[in-house]
Nanobody
Framework: QVQLVESGGGLVQAGGSLSLSCAAS????????MGWFRQAPKKEREFVAA????????YYADSVKGRFTISRDNAKNTVYLQMNSLKPEDTAVYYC??????????????????WGQGTQVTVSS
């Protein structure tokens, strides 16, 4: 199993940028694809971005494509989400997550077994 801890959330004005980090425990981080999800008040948790085990493939929700970038550094056991051109509708709690070991990256929330505690991102208008 892996334990995940997000950081980097905060308050930013529309058009600004934030960079989120997710630190993972263990020496098997490279055996997991990783994803970012978010949940706004009164809304269901939704897919944001995902990345393959070695970072060779990335996937994005249409709502963030071209603005957000997911990346990972397996040597540091960390996955990142760079968020640019932020909009008020990006306001949510952001979670990093991992599916079962060696599973491929996916946008399907049901495929993720391990979750961080979340970090709040608030974008003001």
């Amino acid at each position: 199993q892996v334990q995940l801890v997000e950081s980097g959330g905060g308050l930013v004005q529309a058009g600004g940028s934030l960079s989120l980090s997710c630190a993972a425990s263990g020496r098997t981080f490279s055996r997991y694809a990783m994803g970012w999800f978010r949940q706004a008040p009164k809304k269901e948790r939704e897919f944001v971005a995902a990345i393959s085990l070695n970072g060779g493939s990335t996937y994005y929700a249409d709502s963030v494509k071209g603005r957000f970038t997911i990346s990972r550094d397996n040597a540091k056991n960390t996955v990142y989400l760079q968020m640019n051109s932020l909009k008020p509708e990006d306001t949510a709690v952001y979670y990093c997550a991992a599916p079962r070991i060696f599973a491929i990256a996916t946008m399907d929330l049901r495929k993720y077994d391990y979750w961080g505690q979340g970090t709040q991102v608030t974008v003001s208008s």
